[in-house]
C-alpha cells in the first residue's frame, strides 16, 4: 500500500517560520505536491517538487528527498491568513490521480 | 477565467434516496476528477476522466457510485440509494492533464452532501 503521514496539528505565532513534514511509503512517484485547504475553501495549489531539493515561491518553500522518503512545506513571516489545513500528495507512476497525506492543521496565533 | 464551479453546493437528502451532484470544470482542461472528503480527514480519489478515454473508476467505493462526463466538459456524479456513510463533501477538480508529473489540479467549492 502506500501512505502520506503528516502532523495533525501544528501552532506557530505570527511572524514566525513553521515548518509541516510528510512522510511517505509509496513506491514510484513523479513529484511531491502541497496544497492549502481554508475551513470551508476548495484546495488550492502552493508547490511542487519533481526533483530532490528546495522549491522557493515567495513565503512558502518545498523540500523533497527521496533517498529519505521524506518532504516538508516552509512558510516564513507567517499571517493569520496562513491558518489552513496542508496536504501533501503524490502522483504515483502509471496511476491518474492523486494521492492525498492526512492533512496538517495550522493555527497561527498573535 | 471562471474557475471549476459545482452544484448544488449543499444537499440534504434522506436515506435511500439517490443524488445528482454536477461540475462544471474550467475550459479547456481535459482532466476532470472526483475526490470526497470526510470531516476532517483527507482528499480519497473517486474517479478520473482524460478526454475521451474511458474514466478509471478505481476509487469508486462501490456499484452505487458512477459518474458521466459529457461532450467533455460537464460532469455528474450520481449515488444511487444513499446510506449515512456516504456523508462528505464531494469535490471536483479538473487540469489540463498530459503532464505525468506537474499537473496542477484546481478544486471547485465542493458539494456537502448529508445524508439523514
Known amino acids: 500500500g502506500q501512505s502520506l503521514e503528516q502532523p495533525s496539528e501544528v501552532t506557530a505565532v505570527e511572524g514566525a517560520i513553521v515548518q509541516i513534514n510528510c512522510t511517505y511509503q509509496?513506491?514510484?512517484?513523479?513529484?511531491l505536491s502541497w496544497y492549502q485547504q481554508h475551513d470551508g475553501g476548495a484546495p488550492t495549489f502552493l508547490s511542487y517538487n519533481a526533483l530532490d531539493g528546495l522549491e522557493e515561491t515567495g513565503r512558502f518553500s518545498s523540500f523533497l528527498s527521496r533517498s529519505d522518503s521524506y518532504g516538508y512545506l516552509l512558510l516564513q513571516e507567517l499571517q493569520m491568513k496562513d491558518s489552513a489545513s496542508y496536504f501533501c500528495?503524490?502522483?504515483?507512476?502509471?496511476?491518474?490521480?492523486?494521492?492525498f497525506g492526512t492533512g496538517t492543521r495550522l493555527t497561527v496565533i498573535p | 477565467g471562471a474557475g471549476v464551479s459545482q452544484s448544488p453546493s449543499n444537499k440534504v437528502t434522506e436515506k435511500g434516496k439517490d443524488v445528482e451532484l454536477r461540475c462544471d470544470p474550467i475550459s479547456g482542461h481535459t482532466a476532470l476528477y472526483w475526490y470526497r472528503q470526510s470531516l476532517g480527514q483527507g482528499l480519497e480519489f473517486l474517479i478520473y476522466?482524460?478526454?475521451?478515454?474511458?474514466?478509471?473508476k478505481s476509487g469508486l467505493p462501490s456499484d452505487r457510485f458512477s459518474a458521466e462526463r459529457t461532450g467533455g466538459s460537464v460532469s455528474t456524479l450520481t449515488i444511487q440509494r444513499t446510506q449515512q456513510e456516504d456523508s462528505a463533501v464531494y469535490l471536483c477538480?479538473?487540469?489540463?492533464?498530459?503532464?505525468?508529473?506537474?499537473?496542477?489540479?484546481?478544486f471547485g467549492p465542493g458539494t456537502r452532501l448529508t445524508v439523514t
Open positions: 500528495a503524490v502522483r504515483q507512476t502509471g496511476a491518474n490521480n492523486l494521492f
Open positions: 509509496t513506491s514510484g512517484f513523479y513529484g
Open positions: 476522466f482524460q478526454g475521451n478515454s474511458a474514466p478509471d
Open positions: 477538480a479538473s487540469s489540463r492533464g498530459g503532464l505525468a508529473g506537474r499537473d496542477e489540479q484546481y
